[in-house]
């Protein structure tokens, strides 16, 4: 990636942050269409010598490309009647599934936490030219206001259960009425069923799962949809 070819604002950031890590680019191959992340190159170097499984609260999830997130980012991609829809991500770490999104013609608005999260997304989105993605802080305890999506999604987002009620708040919050939520986990995640067990009180929930093969080993994720109950 020629780092003289992004925009001004983006090459600025993307400098600001090479100061403190390493980073690189990866592709991410969707058909025809390539996004660019991104990342750190030297996790050491971000964990500046914690221990991620101390406390696995404080590991920083969004710094890695998880499995379902590419399997989300391939679903979003191949959604049809994606141009004039809005699409918000939630969690969206290094921002696959909505860049992904993006390039299917969904206008799109990533949000995360913390503003160096943001950043990053903001240096990938112009390093894969797009110009119809935004990025926003969201605390699902304090979300901000804005207009509803036709699409919310999210990629192993549900790793507290303490954050399940404020993230249906959020749902409720954000989506459009006849909206529909796209949820992606590793098969093996705990938590899951305990959400949906929560959620099919206010959703139609369908899941379908799918097999990866990644490191000689069969991974398998989950894509739930969620459509809101007609009353």
């Not at 942050?17 to 191959?29: A, E, P, S």
């Not at 959604?79 to 969206?92: F, M, N, S, V, Y």
């Not at 290094?94 to 950043?119: C, H, K, Q, R």
């Not at 999210?154 to 009425?177: C, H, N, Q, T, W």
Request: hydrophobic fraction near 40%; charged fraction near 30%; aromatic fraction near 10%.
């Amino acid at each position: 990636m020629d780092i003289r070819t992004l925009p001004e604002d983006e090459r600025e950031l993307y400098n600001s942050i090479r100061k403190k890590y390493k980073l690189t680019f990866d592709r991410l191959q969707l058909g025809d269409d390539t996004v660019r992340l991104l990342k750190v190159a030297d996790l050491e170097q971000f964990l500046d010598g914690k221990d991620p499984f101390a406390n696995v609260s404080e590991f920083p999830f969004w710094i890695r490309l998880w499995d379902s997130a590419m399997v989300l980012s391939y679903l979003l991609h191949s959604l049809p009647d994606a141009k004039g829809q809005r699409l918000l991500e939630l969690g969206a770490g290094l921002g696959a599934p909505g860049l992904a999104a993006a390039v299917n013609g969904f206008d799109v608005t990533l949000s995360d936490y913390e503003e160096i999260i943001l950043n990053f997304e903001k240096v990938s989105a112009a390093a894969s030219k797009l110009d119809n993605v935004q990025c926003t802080m969201l605390d699902w305890l304090d979300p901000p206001e804005m207009e509803q999506f036709d699409v919310l999604a999210g990629a192993e987002i549900l790793f507290r259960e303490e954050f399940f009620d404020p993230l249906l708040s959020v749902f409720r919050k954000y989506l459009k009425p006849g909206g529909i939520i796209y949820l992606a986990h590793d098969g093996g995640r705990k938590s899951l069923p305990k959400f949906l067990k929560v959620a099919e009180n206010e959703y139609d929930i369908s899941g379908k799962v799918q097999k990866i093969r990644k490191d000689g080993k069969d991974v398998t994720i989950i894509i739930n949809r969620l459509l809101l109950k007609k009353s």
